[in-house]
């Protein structure tokens, strides 16, 4: 969930030159190649051709990957584990390129992806939501989507880092990207704030230990994280993916989606994970919303041509930033030039109760234990069995846990309620009504195809109604990156997609992050040095 809703973020980073033994930056760059072929910021559709044309297997692509793991995981602390099957599944996957017709084969094929840890997957991989409390635990099955990617013939890499119970274990006192198993995830533009739970997925995608990952949102934990790491993210309508697998905090807004490096990529994941499951009943009606040929069909450089944006003027207040007032004004300036009609000076109804209200954290809380409860009550085997034992396992391993440093309110706030009373009852009418009367009629009323938003600053409004959003990046300020959010009704995507398309390929703004430097310290330890700066400085 988002930080700047529910985890408490700052707007304060830091930036931390490291020294760490390994490898020059120099020789890492060398080994990066196959046959010629670059390996860094390079798409599905370039691993594909290079499949292809027989410039690189999949072992190889796996064993890039894994030394990129080696050489930068312990500073940036954006992988979890590694799955022991990985080079195995890659050998199968090249087995199988040799046997099938050319073309035949999914998008998806052959490819590593990276699964946020609280994706479960009936393999050697734990799944814990970044807590010792479910180390060792054993699923049922492979969550709805891991099915859908095994079927493609992708390959599980490994898990990501993430914030500790998806950011919902304390209230602003742990740091975004921090787990005790994980430790603290660094964002590698900043070595600063990553944003969010999904933080994980988005540091292994932007320094390239990993093309294409898997995040999930509940308020904001894909756009933020995306953002802050300069990549593509797409939140779903909220049941177009599964959930059945899924370490939960609420049915009613969590939505898996994809984190990449571009919007093309992110095309290609989706329409590989969206779609009926049988374990996720919202997924039956959501299903009426998957387009027919995928995703990847609106990937049109022309796709901003006539599309209706909003711009909701509370969210382009840049105080006397100048730099921000100019860089979105070149944006909108360019949205015209691409086509698109802006309708300007809106306002989304109720806004200040949806930012500043309760009723969001009020059905998050029943809605968290209720769901938890179920999805641990559900494993195979597990030294937890219910929220209250996650809170005494933290209470009885409070070193581990970090439980004098970061706590646990979030936890014990929702261990007191009680199902749906009253109180519950009337925040989630409150819920539905700040979406009809507020985005809902935003849309219909000015027949808008998506609002366009500076950073992930909309993402509770997208969160309480299950509506989609995507961001690109479109900016940095002090080596911060920064984006830029498109949000539609529900079952948009396509509409979102082309959009998003249109104005990364108009821009590509999109710069990997600098190179680290790679030395040792006169004790041979990791030495940095920090330098506070504020986001908008």
Not at 123 to 132: Q, V
Not at 170 to 184: E, I, V, Y
Not at 365 to 392: C, G, H, M, T
Not at 424 to 433: E, G, H
């Amino acid at each position: 969930m988002a930080s700047t809703t529910l985890g408490g973020s700052s707007l304060t980073f830091f930036r931390c030159y490291f020294l760490v033994i390994i490898v020059t930056f120099s020789s890492l760059r060398s080994t990066s190649s196959a046959k010629g072929f670059s390996l860094e910021e390079a798409t599905v559709h370039d691993l594909q051709l290079a499949f292809q044309r027989n410039q690189l297997t999949s072992r190889q692509l796996v064993e890039f990957y894994l030394k990129q793991i080696q050489t930068q995981n312990q500073v940036l602390k954006g992988v979890l584990e590694v799955n022991p099957d990985a080079l195995a599944q890659a050998d199968r996957a090249d087995q199988e390129r040799k046997a099938k017709a050319p073309g035949s084969l999914s998008v998806l094929h052959g490819i590593p992806i990276l699964l946020k840890d609280i994706i479960a997957t009936k393999d050697k991989l734990n799944t814990t939501a970044g807590s010792y409390a479910l180390l060792g635990s054993v699923v049922p099955r492979d969550a709805g989507v891991v099915t859908k990617l095994r079927k493609a013939g992708a390959i599980i890499l490994r898990k990501a880092t993430l914030s500790e119970w998806s950011n919902y274990r304390s209230n602003g006192s742990a740091p975004n990207g921090w787990s005790a198993r994980g430790g603290q995830g660094k964002n590698p533009y900043t070595m600063g704030d990553p944003c969010a739970s999904s933080s994980g997925s988005a540091i292994s995608v932007t320094a390239n230990l990993v093309a294409v990952s898997l995040g999930s949102e509940t308020d904001g934990s894909i756009l933020c994280p995306s953002e802050y790491n300069s990549l593509m993210g797409i939140k779903p309508t909220v049941g177009l993916t599964s959930r059945a697998g899924v370490i939960p905090i609420s049915s009613r807004q969590d939505t898996v989606g994809p984190i990449c490096r571009t919007v093309s990529d992110v095309a290609s994941v989706l329409e590989t994970i969206a779609g009926i499951d049988t374990n996720d009943q919202a997924t039956i009606e959501s299903s009426k919303y998957v387009p027919k040929g995928g995703y990847s069909q609106f990937l049109k450089e022309d796709g901003l041509r006539g599309k209706r944006l909003g711009i909701v003027r509370l969210f382009y207040n840049f105080g006397n930033d100048t730099f921000l007032h100019e860089t979105f004004k070149l944006h909108l300036k360019t949205l015209r030039k691409k086509g698109a009609v802006l309708v300007d000076n809106l306002e989304n109804n109720n806004i200040d109760e949806i930012l500043s209200g309760t009723s969001e954290s009020i059905a998050l809380e029943f809605e968290f234990k209720l769901y938890l409860n179920a999805y641990l009550k559900d494993l195979v085997s597990s030294p937890v069995r219910s929220l209250a034992d996650v809170i005494a396992f933290n209470k009885k391993h409070p070193k581990l846990e970090k439980l004098v440093e970061y706590g646990q309110d979030l936890l014990l706030q929702a261990q007191k309620t009680n199902g749906i009373g009253k109180t519950q009852s009337q925040a989630l009418l409150n819920l539905t009504r700040l979406s009809q009367n507020g985005f809902e009629k935003l849309m219909i009323r000015n027949k808008l195809d998506a609002v366009v938003i500076p950073f992930s600053s909309f993402s509770p409004v997208l969160a309480i109604g299950g509506y989609p959003g995507v961001i690109v990046p479109s900016g940095y300020k002090e080596s911060m990156p920064f984006g830029i959010c498109f949000g539609g009704l529900k079952g948009s995507e396509p509409k979102l997609i082309e959009i998003a398309y249109s104005f990364e390929q108009a821009t590509k703004i999109r710069k990997p992050p600098p190179p680290p430097e790679l030395k040792v310290s006169s004790t041979g330890e990791v030495v940095c040095s920090s330098q506070k700066y504020s986001k908008w400085d």
